[in-house]
């Protein structure tokens, strides 16, 4: 049996945000053929067991090692057979047949796509990261100095955050992120999947930047909504932080010019150093800001893991 679409979640110490995540897509997804995969990254938390007890419909793979996110989802993608393929993280919850939504809007569209959402955090209120604009070296110029974040709302020094722009509209971007990404399974095989040089962050990035080479458009459907938590299985800002910064160099080193990628990594310790500086002298007012700011210097001093 064939399925409109294949939903590849990948959990990893995530129990009960796993289970919430699952217990959605079934409650919400009515219109559209599915079936689910979930890897389970070697969780140390229960998370297979409570799978596998709670969901007998779906297809469970045990790995024995984590694999990062990108392996997983290769894994979990041999199994496919949908015509499309959706990349959903355990941190989401499902909202108003969101699936549903995404996979009409994709069989409808004339154009060979990858497919994004709008994503909310538990408040409701936006999660802005279900897409970003391709790093370039002004992005990362502007990211080092400092005006990305004094200007969140412009596009000029922003651009990666895409401005003020609230994800309310059709529109073409150039990044989906992988909390929930939507492609034709077709397009996936051509791409060989996620490259397996990146273990965690920026595999999404890659995939996008490499599905445009072939003419994909990337487009945000932003009446498919949903819940995105965020970080949940990686606790430790300072960590998240090194392990997404050198997801960013490798990004610099594979899709940029090679006199471009030193700078590129300049930037990088650049931005650990200013947020540093500027929480410090906020510090003055508050215990959280200078927790904070000693997060973003574990970062500056840890960069030659990311440069």
Request: hydrophobic share 40%; proline share 2%; with cysteine.
């Amino acid at each position: 049996m064939s399925f409109d679409v294949s939903i590849l979640v990948v959990s990893y110490n995530t129990r009960e945000e796993t289970l919430a995540c699952l217990a959605s897509v079934y409650e919400q997804t009515k219109e559209v053929s599915f079936e689910l995969i979930v890897v389970d990254n070697a969780s140390s938390d229960g998370s297979a067991e409570a799978i596998e007890e709670t969901f007998s419909d779906l297809t469970l793979i045990k790995s024995t090692e984590n694999l990062g996110f990108a392996g997983a989802n290769n894994l979990a993608a041999e199994k496919a057979t949908g015509e499309y393929v959706l990349l959903l993280n355990p941190d989401t919850v499902i909202l108003d047949q969101a699936i549903d939504r995404i996979v009409a809007f994709a069989q409808a569209d004339s154009e060979m796509g990858v497919y994004g959402g709008r994503t909310l955090f538990g408040d409701l209120t936006l999660n802005a990261n279900s897409c970003h604009g391709a790093p370039t070296p002004w992005s990362l110029f502007c990211m080092g100095t400092g005006f990305s974040s004094l200007f969140r709302n412009s596009t000029f020094f922003n651009p990666e955050g895409l401005g003020a722009w609230r994800r309310d509209s059709v529109r073409e971007v150039d990044c989906i992120s992988g909390c929930f990404l939507l492609i034709k399974r077709s397009i996936w095989e051509q791409l060989d999947g996620f490259d397996l040089d990146y273990f965690m962050y920026g595999e999404d990035t890659d995939l996008c930047l490499r599905a445009r080479k072939l003419g994909a458009k990337c487009l945000i459907v932003p009446d498919a909504q949903l819940i995105h938590y965020g970080g949940r299985s990686e606790r430790v800002r300072g960590d998240k932080m090194v392990r997404l910064f050198k997801a960013k160099h490798q990004l610099f080193q594979k899709h940029w010019s090679p006199w471009a990628v030193g700078f590129g990594g300049s930037m990088l310790a650049s931005w650990a150093l200013t947020r540093y500086l500027a929480l410090r002298v906020l510090g003055f007012a508050s215990a959280s800001y200078r927790q904070r700011a000693e997060e973003w210097y574990s970062v500056f001093r840890r960069r030659r893991e990311y440069t």
